[in-house]
Nanobody, 124 residues
């Protein structure tokens, strides 16, 4: 059974840092061969894309996190990461990772795999 398990969330003060992890298990999911991304959803708000990373390592970021967040993956660990620096209260949300073997499907109803999320709370 394929699973994406997020971890690393928590409560921090504004200006602090967190590193989120998304461990992929199940023989069909390899971070080296999948398009992967981090998404977040705050209470009362729509789910939004935070960062994505292609199979070749190309990355994209939401304007709101550029220069503060870094998405990366370690193929040998089969794990996706999100380094979050200079956090502010607007970053508070449930963070989810997603994976799909095809481009253009992350963040859509067609996304093949997603995790249960990890909560990030930033206090001012």
């Amino acid at each position: 059974q394929v699973q994406l398990v997020e971890s690393g969330g928590g409560s921090v003060q504004a200006g602090g840092s967190l590193r989120l992890s998304c461990a992929a298990s199940g023989f069909t999911v390899s971070v080296s061969r999948y398009y992967m991304g981090w998404f977040r959803q705050a209470p009362g708000k729509e789910r939004e894309g935070v960062a994505t990373i292609d199979r070749d390592g190309s990355t994209t970021y939401a304007d709101s996190v550029k220069g503060r967040f870094t998405i990366s993956k370690v193929n040998a660990e089969n794990t996706l990461y999100l380094q979050m620096n200079s956090l502010n209260p607007e970053d508070s949300a449930m963070y989810y990772c997603e994976a799909d073997p095809f481009p253009g499907r992350l963040g859509t109803v067609a996304t093949k795999y997603w995790g249960q999320g990890t909560q990030v709370t930033v206090s001012s």
